[in-house]
């Protein structure tokens, strides 16, 4: 389903992966085709794809370009099946849809609210859950001897800090985790889209009602508490849903990559992993920047717009049309990185990755991504020192999405606990 008509020579078409199996390969092969191509997407959907990490910063920077799905002609015009499974990333009520003044209205309130200081506050706690993890490891040891670090220690861990921040009831937690599943995964029926909204609608209002009636030490409460100054940065319950919904969407999938992403970049490359061991903390950001650079956690992330026809390169994306950002795929763009951009090196100088985004849009999260980081990685290695892969790495497979780049599973021998 084309979405408008290029009039100039045809730029390359691509037909996307919604497995992700090859992500970077596939990045690479864009990269190739030119700096602007046409990706074509599950459901035949078209999308521009910008694979050139100075175009893509400057285009997320632009102005003439948005978030806004209101402004998708395709979808306007009704050439986008209302239960495309990929809308529940796109077709929103929050920030991360919005632009300019309306844009900063429902971004604001998250910055008010999201301070540094809430993030910091949380590091007692987020200490706490990574030992009760790393505690119950080995009983997760199954018969081969083996345990799965994605499954039992990366995937519960960002879930229970973001629900615990928003203030999502414990017994919540596997609902929330299903729901978020059943987005990010590439093979979402149409029947489980509708059904995912309607119950995460459900649950989000059972919430923000129980915090109106009492409030709490939560972002929930702190969000409603600012509707109530009605100053201007009121949210109507829609937003504030589809906000929190986006808080806890973008909080937990991209953490748990960032954790297994480099556990798995360490124990495939013995010789960064004893440049850590060897160093002061400071490797540590170090191996989480490069992680997040090299194996970024958001592999393609849709959709921007432009308001009006734009040239990049030298081709014109018009109005209306839509455009993926592959922010892992550029990430890895030589002419950035030089030519051994593909490299995992903790040592290089630049690590200005664009794993969060950029321009206004840029994520909101990076300090709570990385004190998680920062705390969850170095105590896994420092209780597990003999920590090494189960499988040969080439048997690791890719997280099947189109946005999520993670390996579905990361058995690991654990070997004796220090301490
Ligand atoms: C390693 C972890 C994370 C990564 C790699 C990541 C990546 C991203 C990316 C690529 C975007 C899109 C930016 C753009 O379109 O230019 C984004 C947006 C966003 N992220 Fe994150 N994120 C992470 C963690 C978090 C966390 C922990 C939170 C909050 C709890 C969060 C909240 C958001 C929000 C609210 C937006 C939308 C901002 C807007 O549109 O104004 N993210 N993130």
Redesign the pocket.
């Known amino acids: 389903m084309a979405d408008s008509t290029v009039t100039e020579p045809s730029p390359p078409l691509i037909h996307l992966d919604p497995m992700g199996t090859d992500r970077h390969g596939e990045a690479a092969r864009m990269r190739e085709l030119g700096p602007v191509v046409r990706a074509v997407l599950p459901g035949d959907v078209q999308m521009w794809v910008v694979t050139d990490y100075a175009l893509l910063a400057d285009l997320?920077a632009d102005p003439r370009v948005g978030?806004d799905w209101r402004n998708w002609h395709a979808l306007q015009r009704g050439e986008i099946p209302g239960d495309w499974p990929l809308l529940s990333m796109i077709r929103l009520n929050?920030?991360?849809?919005r632009d300019g003044a309306e844009?900063r209205r429902?971004?604001r309130p998250?910055i008010r609210t999201?301070t540094r200081s809430r993030v910091e506050r949380l590091q007692p706690r987020i200490k706490q859950i990574v030992t009760t993890l790393l505690d119950d490891l080995p009983d997760q040891v199954g018969e081969d001897g083996s345990v799965d670090l994605r499954r039992h220690y990366a995937y519960p861990f960002?879930m229970q800090v973001?629900c615990e921040?928003i203030g999502v009831p414990e017994a919540w937690w596997p609902k929330f985790r299903e729901l978020i599943d059943t987005v990010v995964r590439a093979d979402t029926t149409a029947e489980e889209f509708v059904a995912t909204q309607q119950e995460r609608h459900d649950l989000w209002q059972r919430l923000i009602a129980m915090r109106r009636v009492e409030p709490a030490d939560d972002l929930t409460s702190a969000l409603l508490a600012i509707n109530d100054e009605d100053d201007g940065d009121a949210l109507t319950d829609e937003e504030l849903e589809d906000?929190l919904w986006?808080?806890?969407g973008?909080?937990?999938e991209?953490?748990i990559?960032?954790i297994v992403n480099a556990t798995r970049a360490l124990l495939t490359h013995p010789d960064q992993l004893a440049l850590v061991r060897a160093g002061d903390t400071d490797m540590w950001d170090r191996v989480i920047e490069e992680t997040?650079r090299w194996d970024?956690?958001?592999g393609n992330?849709p959709a921007?717009f432009p308001v009006e026809d734009i040239t990049v390169a030298g081709v014109t994306i018009p109005k209306g049309d839509a455009i993926l950002?592959p922010?892992s795929g550029v990430n890895r763009d030589p002419a950035q990185f030089g030519e051994d951009a593909d490299r995992f090196d903790i040592t290089r100088t630049s690590q200005k990755h664009?794993?969060?985004?950029?321009?206004?849009?840029?994520?909101?999260?990076?300090r709570?991504?990385?004190l998680?980081?920062a705390i969850a990685l170095p105590e896994l290695f420092a209780r597990y020192p003999d920590l090494r892969l189960a499988v040969d790495p080439a048997e690791l497979t890719a997280v099947p999405s189109l946005f999520s780049n993670s390996v579905r599973s990361l058995p690991v021998y654990l070997g004796r606990p220090r301490g």
């Open positions: 997320a978030r929050n920030a991360m849809a844009h429902l971004r998250l999201f960002p973001i921040l906000t986006m808080l806890i973008a909080g937990h991209t953490s990559s960032l997040l970024a956690p958001v992330f921007r950002a922010w664009l794993a969060f985004g950029g321009g206004p849009h840029v994520c909101i999260g990076p709570l991504a990385r998680e980081a």
